[in-house]
């Protein structure tokens, strides 16, 4: 198997965990990064969602999914396509969660991209709509 098919099962596998435990499987994720993951969202650390600041560390990775558990609870986590390319993965689909202080709740399409090194998620970067989530928080 390539490294491209490798790193793209890792992630059908851990999304599809993900899914079914509702983000129970937060290990999954810290297990895929490398010491050095540059992780990011489109929020980029936004006041509904101060969990999404960029991190560039394992170490810290953790704070983003304390914050996103710690306030939402997952209504599902789908991926529909998986495109793969290289050491890139980009995982296409849609999420919900719910705001657990607010009991407001948001549905969006959401796209995430990887990179991998050695077997390792090195970059991260996810797309979503802000305002539906901005909006669910408040």
Not at 118 to 125: I, L, S, T
Request: aromatic residues 14%.
């Amino acid at each position: 198997m390539s490294n491209t098919e490798a790193n793209k099962k890792l992630l059908q596998q851990a999304y599809e965990r993900w899914n079914a435990t509702k983000g129970g499987s937060v290990g999954d994720w810290l297990a895929l990064a490398a010491d050095d993951i540059s992780f990011g969202s489109l929020a980029e650390g936004a006041e509904a969602v101060p969990f999404t600041a960029p991190i560039r560390s394992k170490d810290t990775l953790r704070t983003y999914f304390d914050g996103l558990i710690g306030n939402w609870t997952m209504i599902h986590y789908t991926v529909n396509d998986y495109v793969a390319e290289g050491e890139s993965v980009v995982a296409i689909g849609s999420t919900s969660w719910k705001n657990k202080h607010t009991g407001n709740t948001f549905e969006t399409r959401k796209v995430d991209v990887w990179k991998f090194k050695n077997g390792k998620a090195v970059e991260f970067y996810e797309y979503y709509d802000t305002a539906k989530v901005a909006a669910a928080g408040s």
